[in-house]
Nanobody, 114 residues
């Protein structure tokens, strides 16, 4: 059974940084693409970043140059470093197995204050 658990969300001031973590189990993590999604208040689901098993990355335009996705295949963990955050980064952040949203965690809330 696929299990994904996000952590690290919280309150951060604009311009600050935060690190989200995703603990994965129930599948061959080291052979699987992983994705971070977010849902901002009143908005649809948005792909933030993904990372291939070997570490190749993709970023959405809104976060390119500010966020960094990484993974540790030995620990079945994925991370998202949020830097230079903006109030519009306020959202529920989800990690997901693969590139779709079918198998995902419950999410972790990030709130950016002015």
């Amino acid at each position: 059974e696929v299990r994904l658990v996000e952590s690290g969300g919280g309150l951060v001031q604009a311009g600050g940084s935060l690190r989200l973590s995703c603990a994965a189990s129930g599948f061959t993590f080291g052979a699987t693409y992983m994705t971070w999604f977010r849902q901002r208040p009143g908005k649809g689901l948005e792909k933030v970043a993904n990372i291939s098993p070997s570490g190749n990355t993709f970023y959405g335009e809104d976060v390119k140059g500010r966020f960094a996705v990484s993974r540790d295949n030995t620990k079945s963990m994925m991370y998202l470093n949020l830097n230079s955050v903006k109030t519009q980064d306020t959202a529920m952040y989800y990690c997901a197995e693969g590139t779709g949203f079918t198998d995902r965690g419950p999410g972790t809330q990030v709130t950016v204050t002015p």
